[in-house]
């Protein structure tokens, strides 16, 4: 396997490092000529020296010394990870050789591009994370004192988003509040300071999780730092009345939420369907109603029966439709956890509560002792 990213069946070798490695790896160990000189296996014409340097070396032996004392919370990439993720790793491994001690981070402070809420334009932010305070903020101008805001580092999630941000080191950075997703996209001219910044976002939300859950092994809490959508892309969407005409959207599917925008960039979802499991009424259909014929651009159909209503999607592709349902199934045949339910819950709650008719200024305040596995209480 590559040694820096897992790709099976390596097929070339870095000479300096002793090590076996893929070829789109090899495209980055090109670029650091001072630390490694790479060979393609078949190509190339092997002195003596260098084949024993290779059998006593290899990536095993590679792996105990630029690897020693790699973080639990530290990102390492595999094949089909971003360019500056990849890249990075492999710096740090070799060229600053982070790992050859323990590493200390605890928090970061520092300037992000950040793009505007409303006004689409990447602006210079100071953001502070503090693993003391568990949280993430945010502050307009740079020397002020009262951040922006103030993000509990529980609720937030973390994504590297080349493609979709039209930028090498972009990255989008997710939180939860009144149970809906706030997107936040920032990103750093530097590859190293970005990618920095992703674990140290994971460093501090794996202590605050130690914490949370002292029985949890590192193993376990390592899943839960961050997550990258299940499933991106556009497809169209008809309103609750089936009858409204097909807009066309961007969906994210982040686990059991899928959240659809207008724009792919845009702050805040336009909405979002829970995903349950089959066994709570939750199931996917391929294919339209019949009565619906010629009221959409794109034919390959797709419903989401929910235990409330039906959603009606429409997909461009077949290989799309084929995807979205694949990954829809995948979900709902997963069953619920505790902290699922009470999300569901949670949302039914604040739906009720901010009908006009109910609207008293006061709302209730969801408790919950997720690691009881009991449901949320409300408390007045
Ligand atoms: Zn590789």
Aim: charged share 30%.
């Amino acid at each position: 396997m590559c040694a820096d990213c897992g790709q099976p069946d390596p097929c070339w070798v870095s000479c300096t490092l002793g090590t076996f490695i893929c070829c789109k790896c090899s495209e980055i160990h090109y670029q650091i000529p001072n630390i490694s000189e790479v060979k393609s296996i078949k190509k190339y014409c092997w002195e003596e020296s260098q084949i024993q340097f290779l059998a006593q070396q290899g990536n095993a032996l590679a792996k105990a010394t630029y690897e020693a004392h790699v973080p639990a919370y530290y990102y390492r990439p595999s094949y089909n990870d971003c360019q500056v993720l990849r890249e990075q790793w492999i710096r740090a491994k070799y060229e600053r050789k982070e790992f050859q001690e323990p590493k200390k981070v605890l928090y970061s402070n520092g300037v992000l591009w950040k793009r505007g809420r409303d006004n689409q334009i990447y602006q210079p932010r100071r953001f502070l994370l503090s693993e003391k305070e568990g949280c993430l903020k945010y502050f307009i101008k740079q020397d002020a004192k009262e951040p922006k805001i103030e993000i509990k580092i529980d609720t937030v999630n973390a994504m590297f988003q080349t493609e979709k941000m039209m930028h090498s080191n972009g990255l989008q950075i997710t939180h939860l509040k009144h149970n809906k997703t706030r997107n936040i996209f920032v990103y750093h001219e530097d590859g190293k300071e970005i990618v920095d910044w992703f674990n140290t976002i994971r460093a501090v939300k794996f202590h605050h999780l130690k914490v949370a859950f002292p029985g949890a092994s590192d193993e376990e809490l390592k899943t839960r730092l961050t997550r990258n959508f299940l499933k991106e892309g556009y497809m169209e969407k008809t309103g609750p009345k089936q009858k409204e005409c097909f807009k066309k959207r961007w969906f994210s599917l982040d686990h059991r939420r899928l959240m659809y925008f207008k724009d792919p960039l845009d702050a805040f979802a336009k909405g979002e369907v829970f995903l349950g499991n089959e066994k709570q009424g939750y199931k996917v259909i391929k294919g339209l109603p019949h009565a619906m014929q010629g009221r959409f651009t794109w034919k390959h159909g797709i419903i989401i029966v929910t235990p409330d209503r039906k959603y009606i999607f429409t997909c461009e592709t077949e290989k799309e439709q084929e995807e979205w349902k694949s990954v829809f199934s995948h979900v709902m045949e997963q069953p619920m956890t505790p902290q699922e339910y009470a999300s569901k819950f949670q949302e039914d709650i604040f739906i009720l509560f901010s009908h006009e008719r109910l609207k008293t200024g006061d709302r209730p305040k969801v408790v919950a002792d997720f690691s009881l596995g009991v449901l949320p209480l409300l408390i007045w």
